[in-house]
């Protein structure tokens, strides 16, 4: 299922949003610049590596500033085009109505805590990786549990691939990101996707969007 826009007018001009979007395309497109050993030592320097951040918590503490920051870069590096298109499309869509919910400084500091706890979820499941995480899959998904919980009457335009068929419906965003979570789980066994960093940003999401976005109406108010 790919979402095409929701029925959430916004009041405000989603400036955090869209300036996220373009810091991930602008540093997409150096990336691709870039030769290819180039672009994997950009990844492993700026991606964050478990392995790193547990010899850094366990024996080298003089690494671990480096390290969690690499938590904070890996959130703007992307592995190809289609993972970048796939996270800026959702956070172009889900975004602006969290960001018109919470305020502007308020989603930034949303976006980038969602984005740790997403990284800290995925780094309990395999603290021994030697992978570089890259992406903002698992910001984003705060971004996406943010929504479940403010907006679940809200509908999704949705396209939807069945087979060879291939269809453009409404759905209840209770419905459309209760599935996208569900499968999250499904997958979460097949390499190569930090599928935890999900489940850790989704439930983030969760758990504080309401508390955030009451203490912005409160101020406003």
């Given at each position: 299922m790919i979402p095409l826009k929701d029925n959430i007018p916004t009041r405000t001009v989603p400036i955090i949003?869209?300036?996220?979007?373009?810091?991930?395309?602008?540093?997409?497109?150096?990336?691709?610049?870039?030769?290819?050993?180039?672009?994997?030592?950009?990844?492993?320097?700026?991606?964050?590596?478990?392995?790193?951040?547990?010899?850094?918590?366990?024996?080298?503490?003089?690494?671990?500033?480096?390290?969690?920051?690499?938590?904070?870069?890996?959130?703007?590096?992307?592995?190809?085009?289609?993972?970048?298109?796939?996270?800026?499309?959702?956070?172009?869509?889900?975004?602006?109505?969290?960001?018109?919910?919470?305020?502007h400084g308020r989603f930034l500091y949303f976006y980038l805590l969602s984005g740790l706890f997403a990284a800290l979820a995925q780094y309990l499941y395999d603290p021994m990786s030697n992978v570089p995480m890259i992406g903002a899959s698992g910001a984003v998904s705060g971004v996406l549990g943010a929504y479940l919980v403010l907006y679940p009457t809200a509908r999704v335009i949705t396209l939807v691939f069945i087979f060879i068929f291939i269809?453009?419906?409404?759905?209840?965003?209770?419905?459309?990101?209760?599935?996208?979570?569900?499968?999250?789980?499904?997958?979460?066994?097949?390499?190569?996707?930090?599928?935890?960093?999900?489940?850790?940003g989704f439930l983030f999401g969760l758990v504080v969007a309401k508390p955030f976005a009451k203490r912005h109406y409160r101020r406003r108010w």
């Open positions: 949003t869209v300036g996220i979007i373009v810091v991930n395309i602008s540093i997409f497109i150096w990336e691709s610049l870039l030769f290819p050993e180039e672009r994997e030592q950009v990844f492993r320097y700026f991606g964050l590596i478990p392995r790193e951040l547990t010899v850094a918590l366990g024996s080298r503490m003089e690494l671990l500033p480096y390290n969690v920051i690499t938590i904070f870069t890996s959130m703007f590096l992307h592995g190809g085009l289609l993972h970048l298109l796939g996270n800026m499309l959702y956070l172009w869509i889900f975004g602006n109505n969290i960001e018109d919910s919470l305020g269809k453009i419906i409404e759905l209840p965003a209770l419905i459309f990101l209760t599935f996208w979570f569900f499968m999250q789980f499904l997958y979460s066994n097949i390499e190569g996707v930090a599928w935890y960093a999900h489940i850790g």
